[in-house]
């Protein structure tokens, strides 16, 4: 039997040859720690939903960022579950609401080591659940909103905050919110935006991880699941207004958006490992149909090789770990 010249095979004959030729890598330092921090707790809350994952007392927040910090990670994404909420959600730029609060304790804690980061949203906040203030309609008002973000940005950066998340999908957010900051005196906070942030039913875990009040849905800001095109729109269009980094949310259903915003802007581009894709593996790991491990650190890899520079994840000091080891 006569066979090509070419025998792909000769490049996958050993481990280290494997090794040799991988076209992408996956590292510690790619890696991001989402993490939930609730007003009032005195120890850790399990999050059924989210085997594993934990909202957070300040205490235990501390020795979890510094556990992160150990394993290596890049950086951690701190979410705020305040005790009582609002139409407006106050407690998001109050100096001593809970998120900006545990910004203090964590940039303390490990701000010399890794880049410590806040979502700036008001879902959290806000006893409606919304992403933004709401009209009389019922309707989110974008530029009100802005204002609040605004506020919002300030008290995160006053906290400490290294890199702010606007994951909000406000028109003109990244635009308002570097100007806002620029003019106190804050031009080395960076700015994260998740600019292709769909409105995708992959996200329920993490209503319950933030006690979600939501009342509807987000459809009329976040971006239908259809549409590739426009995410991509929205990428650029956040690197015109002053991004220093744009994000794609989810990960693993939208890989083909994620590549092409990685294709059309020159900034770095992150992806988020979102809560269902974490619960849908757990699950099936759980009853023994699939490789945890493996499943873990391939799904991480194909968002990687899709083209981001960087992951939230919620395995980001259990892989960074692995990745340490050698597995």
Request: hydrophobic residues 45%; contains cysteine.
């Amino acid at each position: 039997m006569s066979f090509p010249e070419t025998r792909l095979r000769r490049l996958r004959q050993s481990a280290p040859m494997r090794a040799l030729v991988r076209e992408t890598s996956l590292e510690a330092r790619q890696l991001v720690l989402p993490m939930f921090v609730r007003e009032g707790l005195g120890e850790p809350a399990p999050i059924g939903s989210m085997p594993g994952v934990v909202q957070h007392s300040l205490d235990s927040l501390r020795a979890a960022a510094a556990d992160a910090a150990d394993a290596g990670v890049g950086g951690l994404m701190l979410f705020g579950v305040p005790a009582v909420r609002d139409a407006d959600g106050s407690g998001a730029d109050d100096p001593r609401g809970i998120l900006n609060l545990a910004t203090e304790a964590v940039v303390a804690e490990v701000g010399d080591a890794l880049v410590v980061q806040t979502d700036l949203c008001l879902d959290e906040f806000t006893d409606h659940g919304h992403c933004g203030v709401l009209a009389s309609d019922g309707s989110v008002d974008n530029d009100a909103t802005l204002e609040r973000y605004a506020a919002m940005a300030l008290a995160q950066a006053r906290a400490g905050s290294h890199l702010l998340g606007l994951s909000g999908m406000m028109d003109g957010q990244v635009a308002h919110l570097r100007a806002a900051l620029d003019a106190e005196g804050f031009q080395d906070v960076l700015l994260l935006a998740y600019a292709a942030k769909y409105a995708s039913a992959f996200y329920g875990p993490f209503r319950e991880a933030v006690d979600s009040q939501l009342q509807g849905d987000r459809r009329t800001y976040q971006l239908d699941p259809g549409n590739r095109r426009e995410g991509v729109r929205e990428a650029v269009v956040d690197q015109q207004e002053g991004a220093d980094i744009v994000m794609v949310k989810p990960a693993m259903a939208f890989l083909d958006v994620l590549r092409e915003v990685r294709d059309a802007v020159d900034i770095p581009v992150w992806a988020y490992q979102v809560s269902g894709e974490y619960a849908m593996i757990e699950a099936a790991a759980a009853n023994g149909w699939i490789d945890r491990r493996a499943a873990v650190l391939e799904s991480l890899l194909s968002i990687r090789r899709a083209g981001a520079d960087a992951v939230l994840t919620y395995w980001a000091v259990e892989a960074a770990r692995w990745l340490r080891a050698g597995s």
